[in-house]
């Protein structure tokens, strides 16, 4: 059974970095799709950003364009989201999540089958 466990998550203030990864178990994640969500309060959970395993193709949402950078370790089964120039609006609990099936809109929720539990980015300003 695959469990993704994110880790790092903390209170920064605005204009710092951080950076949070997510581990897996219980299965290779080397030839998954992996993906980054966030949720802050009272807001749908939405898509950050997505690694492709296949050519390690990465992709963002427009809010974290140029200022986030997914990445795959996959000798060591983790996947990481580094974060610079956090705003407040960053503010939320991020999830990682892994696809087992090639299809669907890679910044659809319903794409992904596992997911972490999710980890809490607080920005303050």
């Known amino acids: 059974q695959l469990q993704l466990t994110e880790s790092g998550g903390g209170l920064v203030q605005a204009g710092d970095s951080l950076k949070i990864s997510c581990t897996a178990s219980?299965?290779?994640?080397?030839?998954?799709?992996k993906a980054w969500f966030r949720q802050a309060p009272g807001k749908d959970r939405e898509f950050v950003a997505r690694i492709s395993w296949r050519d390690s193709e990465d992709y963002y949402a427009d809010s974290v364009k140029g200022r986030f950078t997914i990445s795959s370790d996959n000798a060591e089964n983790t996947m990481y989201l580094q974060m610079n120039t956090l705003k407040p609006e960053d503010t939320g609990v991020y999830y990682c999540a892994a696809q087992v099936m090639g299809l669907g809109n890679p910044r659809s929720l319903a794409t992904y089958d596992y997911w972490g539990q999710g980890t809490q980015v607080t920005v303050s300003s």
């Open positions: 219980g299965r290779n994640l080397s030839r998954n799709n």
